[in-house]
């Protein structure tokens, strides 16, 4: 059975990191597009960040809200995703989902909808 399990959240001050992970299981990581994705209640779904498989060249996309603060990296070996996440705000805060895809096709990336495998979440706050 696949499985995805975020961990890292936490609460932050305005300006400070976090460093969330996925882990994945049961799946042929490499061959996955894995995307990180937020929401809070009673909010719309958003998209954040994701990365391609190794066949699609590992390459990464990125919200505008989020471009030049956050970065995504995989470690194939490991069949992790991390998200880096620097100079936070507090519309940052949110439940941040990982999820995970086989066949997501490029323009698809964005959309939650094209990824069929989701972790539980983690929290992510930041306040003062």
């Known amino acids: 059975q696949v499985q995805l399990v975020e961990s890292g959240g936490g609460t932050v001050t305005p300006g400070g990191s976090l460093r969330l992970s996925c882990a994945t299981s049961?799946?042929?990581?490499?061959?996955?597009?894995v995307g990180w994705f937020r929401q809070a209640p009673g909010k719309e779904r958003e998209f954040v960040a994701t990365?391609?498989?190794?066949?699609?060249?590992?390459?990464?996309y990125y919200a505008d809200s989020v471009k030049g603060r956050f970065t995504i990296s995989r470690d194939n070996a490991k069949k992790m995703v991390d998200l880096e996440m620097n100079g936070m705000k507090p519309e940052d805060s949110d439940v941040y989902y990982c999820?995970?895809?086989?066949?997501?096709?490029?323009?698809?990336?964005?959309?939650?909808?094209?990824?069929?495998?989701w972790g539980q979440g983690t929290q992510v706050t930041v306040s003062s």
């Open positions: 990365i391609r498989s190794r066949s699609s060249g590992s390459r990464t």
């Open positions: 999820a995970a895809d086989r066949g997501v096709i490029l323009n698809g990336i964005y959309d939650g909808d094209h990824y069929d495998c």
């Open positions: 049961g799946l042929t990581f490499s061959d996955y597009t």
